[in-house]
């Protein structure tokens, strides 16, 4: 696997510190092999079928669009993504040495959603807006090679400095939408891709035409002044915690338990329960 054919150090640091304080958004192409990939999609699509049959197991976040969180033991790779070289280059020169995985789930924009908001997903903290200093991450990985028709995400480059102060600081007004829209990427990874980016550049989920779903896999990582682990629930069993290196788990804010427990999903964004129709 690729994962042990470059170390993180190899990573340009400078690169990755660019394309994180400038565009908000990087990306290490064909990370992992598809078969690797193809594994990680049948556990979502179990884990989503399980979720759609507990109460409040799934997020809607817009018609046909939801997130759900996870256990991160019920992942067959998730220690493949977390120890994989690029990921920890990416956390490292960005969060410093201590920085933590807090946040493990994935979103599924299935045939029929629509265009979310312009959004970012969460209020950008002090640190950011002062400071100048992005202390989270969100990392994605698709479990589909995405095309056009697939409701593709698309962000705006630049925008995780902006101050939304006055109005929602989550949502930018409409009439700042053209502001987003001048500026949109629209992003079509392929199966073993990964992306990197600051959940504060404003972004959004785009309409699925297709017949088919876009799952892709979320983990977020804070610096250790971040506090989005207030937002999850991460759990760990000890007979799986116990089988992490010392060196991952000393990255995982978690609860280690006996037995896993349902997980209370806390992350709602009230804004993205409706979709926009374009």
Not at 86 to 95: D, E, G, H, Q, S
Not at 257 to 262: G, I, K, W
Request: one cysteine or more; glycine letters at 8%; charged letters at 25%.
């Amino acid at each position: 696997m690729r994962t042990q054919l470059t170390a993180a150090q190899d990573y340009d640091v400078a690169a990755i510190m660019g394309g994180i304080y400038g565009d908000g958004i990087i990306a290490c192409k064909g990370a992992f092999e598809r078969a690797w990939v193809e594994r990680l999609g049948r556990d979502i699509a179990m884990l989503f079928e399980e979720a759609q049959r507990q109460p409040g197991g799934a997020l809607a976040r817009g018609p046909n669009r939801y997130y759900v969180e996870v256990h991160p033991e019920r992942l067959s790779g998730f220690a493949d993504i977390i120890s994989h070289p690029w990921v920890v280059a990416v956390c490292r020169a960005i969060l410093g040495p201590e920085y933590r995985v807090v946040e493990a789930g994935f979103d599924v924009p299935g045939p029929g959603a629509l265009h979310q908001p312009w959004h970012r997903d969460f209020k950008s903290p002090d640190a950011t807006l002062i400071g100048r200093r992005i202390n989270s991450l969100a990392f994605n990985i698709t479990t589909v090679d995405v095309t056009e028709d697939m409701g593709p995400f698309e962000i705006a480059p630049g925008t995780q400095w902006d101050d939304l102060a006055g109005g929602d600081p989550m949502f930018p007004a409409k009439e700042l939408w053209p502001r987003y829209e001048a500026r949109a990427q629209r992003k079509l990874p392929k199966m073993g891709d990964i992306s990197a980016r600051s959940a504060l550049t404003i972004h959004r989920g785009t309409a699925n035409q297709s017949d088919r779903s876009r799952p892709v896999f979320v983990l977020g990582v804070d610096a250790p002044d971040a506090r989005n682990a207030d937002k999850h629930d991460l759990q760990l069993t000890h007979a799986y915690y116990e089988s992490l290196a010392p060196e991952l788990r000393r990255h995982i804010t978690c609860r280690v338990v006996e037995r896993l427990e349902p997980i209370v999903q806390a992350h709602t964004i009230e804004g993205l329960r409706m979709g926009v129709k374009v």
